[in-house]
């Protein structure tokens, strides 16, 4: 009788292995030789190389098969194999795991062959397919935990950014990340899950739940789960989180199948039946909680791919995939209602991680239908509010009494909602005589508040209209080549009221975080130009790294609805 894993002092190599693997496995198949046999390579793998081998003597019956992993080079630096052997043991044990390793070499291990396929993109949306996805993920977040440790996602992050750092090329292009994991760590993550609670909040979770990390066989209609290197202890929010995310698959990964609101409840009811937690309130607010966890995920893939891209020697194009997976920007809502809620949320965010970096947080706004959408969600967020200065992209010339007034509009709808005072808004004078007087004052204002050497402006919130203008910049006019200095005029705007102060467009680009808020049919049309058809002819669409948030109305072109 066999003690698993058996442990074999042998290094296999991918060129050889059809000669050397019969010796490894003459303990558990004896009687199998390279002439009724048959080695399957799978190619879809981006970490090692797998491949399967059957008998050929029972072609039609895989259930005798084997799985020989072989470590992808380097990567023990971030994956701690004797962990992940433990996890497959530690998971049979509990019976949510049927396959067992069942030999351990010194590059790699072979366990049992799992019978069906891979699952697709398309597969993990099916209603009886994700149904089992959801009763085995809950019951591997059942598994009980015997002793508290760091939740995993931090660390690996941590590790991830250790390799990467070795590159100083690279450690230039993520050098603001390093600094922003601590205050996800010690900010953000506890007011996601405050007091965390082990074994409910903080559970044994797989972390890498990927589509073709999920085996259906049809057959028996049962789903299993493959390959455990970041098998943990972590937040069960971030492993549902994470396999949301996945849904856009690893080749020509698409995002936006990231799961609705109404997707993701009717997939939640199942998971906490399952796990017994019948209390668990699933509505928008836990949704917002595991799209916050999702940022987290990119950020997470998206370094893992860095660092693969230096050490994998298998032939993946990693660095598309790490931009892929740090570049969703572009975000699609059912409504105004969720629209405003997910801008909310994400300012909150952004403004919580400043905190600990900055005194004073800048937001900057813009008018239109964007007032109506800050004003729902808001006066709900959690600011630091005596260190927030609201300031203006743009503001008609007229007095502050008038309809046309951006200031006069917030003032009545938003700002006497909020704990703030006049100190908190910085906005023109309008009792001056001129608009280039105006201009030149507000910009007098507006650079007092920088601290050098930091000189540019941390949020900026933009609306467009439907000829593609922003702020007060049009399509085609002088004052789109104006880059001196902070703000401008316009006398002759081709939208009423004439004369206008406007941020320039260099100020605007050289904002920090750069958001884009657009409702309406009627811009739908520039909406597909910029993102997909990448026209930088509009004056939106020259600003670099822009997030979108767009309702169904002004997305209703792109290919991707």
């Known amino acids: 009788m066999y003690s698993y894993p058996i442990f074999k002092n042998v290094t296999l190599s991918l060129s050889n292995i059809s000669n050397e693997i019969y010796e490894v496995i003459n303990e558990i198949r004896p009687d ?27 072609f039609d019956d895989q259930s005798n098969g084997l799985i020989i992993k ?8 971030f994956i701690d194999r004797q962990s992940e052997i433990n996890a497959m043991v530690k998971l049979s044990q509990y019976g949510v795991l049927s396959q067992h390793v069942l030999i351990q070499f010194n590059n790699g291990i072979i366990y049992e062959f799992t019978r069906g396929e891979a699952c697709s993109r398309e597969d993990v949306t099916k209603e009886n397919i994700s149904k089992l996805i959801a009763i085995k993920l809950a019951q591997f977040h059942s598994i009980p935990v015997e002793k508290y440790e760091k939740p995993y ?33 010690e900010v ?47 937040y069960y929010l971030f492993d549902i989180a994470n396999h949301f995310v996945e849904y856009a698959g690893v080749d020509d990964a ?12 009717r997939w939640l009811k199942i998971y906490f039946d399952e796990r017994q937690m019948n209390k668990q309130i699933i509505n928008d607010d836990l949704c917002y909680i595991i799209d916050k966890f999702s940022a987290l995920a990119h950020l997470m893939w998206g370094l893992w791919a860095l660092v693969q891209s230096g050490l994998s020697q298998i032939d993946f194009d990693y660095l598309n995939y790490a ?15 969720l629209l405003s809620e997910k801008v909310g949320y994400y300012l909150e965010e952004i403004v919580l991680k400043m905190m600990n970096e900055k005194q004073l947080i800048t937001i900057g706004l813009s008018g239109g239908s964007l007032i109506d959408l800050l004003v729902s969600i808001v006066p709900y967020l959690q600011f630091p509010w005596s260190r927030i200065r609201f300031f203006f992209l743009d503001e008609r010339f007229v007095p502050f009494t008038s309809d046309e007034s951006t200031y006069g509009n917030y003032q009545s709808k938003l700002f006497r909602q909020l704990p703030i005072t006049e100190k908190n808004i910085i906005k023109i004078d309008p009792t001056l005589k001129s608009v280039e007087e105006c201009a030149l ?23 467009m209209g439907p000829d593609g203008h922003t702020a007060s910049l049009f399509p085609n006019h002088p004052v789109l080549n104006i880059n001196n200095g902070l703000v401008t005029y316009v006398k002759d705007s081709p939208k009423p009221p004439p004369e206008r102060v406007t941020l320039t467009l260099n100020t605007i680009n050289e904002a920090k975080y750069k958001i884009a808020v657009i409702t309406g049919e009627t811009k739908s049309t520039v909406v597909k130009q910029i993102i997909e ?17 767009l309702d169904k109305a002004a997305a209703s072109k792109l290919e991707i609805i």
């Open 323 to 337: 931009k892929e997976m740090s570049s969703s920007n572009v975000n699609i809502c059912d409504d105004n209602k």
């Open 533 to 549: 058809d990448k026209n930088r002819t509009y004056p939106i669409g020259q600003l670099e790294n822009l997030i979108w948030y």
């Open 441 to 463: 004052d507000y910009q007098n204002k507006l650079q007092q508040l920088f601290i050098q050497p930091d000189n540019s402006f941390d949020i900026v919130l933009l609306g």
């Open 153 to 185: 996602i931090i660390s690996l992050i941590r590790r991830f950014i250790e390799l990467i750092s070795e590159n100083e090329e690279q450690k230039k292009e993520i050098s603001s990340i390093i600094s922003d994991i601590d205050t996800i760590e």
């Open 188 to 234: 953000i993550l506890p007011k996601l899950v405050p007091n965390g609670e082990l074994g409910k909040d903080l559970v044994y979770c797989h972390n890498d739940l990927l589509v073709k990390n999920i085996i259906y066989d049809k057959k028996s209609e049962t789903i299993s789960f493959i390959d455990f290197e970041y098998t943990r202890l972590n």
């Open 32 to 58: 199998w030789n390279s002439s009724n046999t048959r080695l399957v390579p799978f190619t879809e793998g981006i970490t090692n190389a797998i491949l399967a081998i059957f008998d050929n003597r029972t």
């Open 254 to 265: 698409d995002f936006n199948l990231y799961p609705t609101h109404d997707e993701q409840k």
């Open 70 to 77: 072989l470590f992808g080079a380097h990567t023990e630096l």
